[in-house]
Every structure is written in structure tokens, then in C-alpha cells.
């Protein structure tokens, strides 16, 4: 089981921003997709952004292309999510996700993964 754990969740204005981490405690961090999902009160669970192992590969959802960034450190088995112009609708429990079987996003972009945190909450007020 690989451990995930996300901080940097918080309340934040619309137009403003935050910046979402995962810690992975994973010594193969380096050779798993990953990626960021959210879930809002009520609503399936989506994908916001994937990261192939490289880094080269990403991916984005249409509603957070242009304002949010993912990005991986692989020598501190880290993830990063920015989120800059935040809107109302980005309200949610954000987690992290892991993909072992794949290096690429594709699996992670089609709501699939081995491992997911517990989650931090992301709230934006109007």
C-alpha cells in the first residue's frame, strides 16, 4: 500500500489562489502516473489534472485548463497542484492518485488508479 498524503487545501476567495501538495511515501514515486481529483458535495468524483512519471505528459479537465498546473518533484516523491483563479465551482475535497501499472496518464485521465489519499478540503468563496 502506498501511502499519499495531501496538505495545502484551505478557504480562498474566488480569483485567488492555492497550491496543493502530495507526499508520496513510495520509493517507485518516480515511475507512477499521478493525479489530482476532486469531489464536490453531491457529485461524482472527476479528474482535474494527470501526470505522466516524466513529467512530459499532462493532462487537464476543461473547466481548469489555463488556471491550475500540476507538477512532480520525483527526488522529494512529490506532487503539486496550483490553483490559481479560483472559482466557487472548484469547491470540493481534493486527493491524489497514484498509478502503478502505468507511467503514462492515461489511465488516471479515465478515473483509474491503485492509490489515493485521504483527501483535503478546497473551498472557494464568491
Known amino acids: 500500500q502506498v501511502q499519499l498524503v495531501e496538505s495545502g487545501g484551505g478557504l480562498a476567495q474566488a480569483g485567488g489562489s492555492l497550491r496543493l501538495s502530495c507526499a508520496a511515501a513510495?520509493?517507485?514515486?518516480?515511475?507512477?502516473?499521478m493525479g489530482w481529483f476532486r469531489q464536490a458535495p453531491g457529485k461524482e468524483p472527476e479528474v482535474v489534472a494527470a501526470?505522466?512519471?516524466?513529467?512530459?505528459?499532462?493532462y487537464y479537465t476543461d473547466s481548469v485548463k489555463g488556471r491550475f498546473t500540476i507538477s512532480r518533484d520525483n527526488a522529494k516523491n512529490t506532487l503539486d497542484l496550483q490553483m490559481n483563479s479560483l472559482k466557487p465551482e472548484d469547491t470540493a475535497v481534493y486527493y491524489c492518485?497514484?498509478?502503478?501499472?502505468?507511467?503514462?496518464?492515461?489511465?488516471?485521465?479515465?478515473?483509474?488508479?491503485?492509490?489515493r489519499g485521504q483527501g483535503t478540503q478546497v473551498t472557494v468563496s464568491s
Open positions: 492518485a497514484a498509478d502503478r501499472t502505468s507511467g503514462d496518464v492515461l489511465r488516471i485521465r479515465n478515473g483509474l488508479y491503485d492509490y
Open positions: 513510495e520509493r517507485r514515486f518516480s515511475s507512477y502516473a
Open positions: 501526470i505522466s512519471w516524466s513529467a512530459v505528459n499532462t
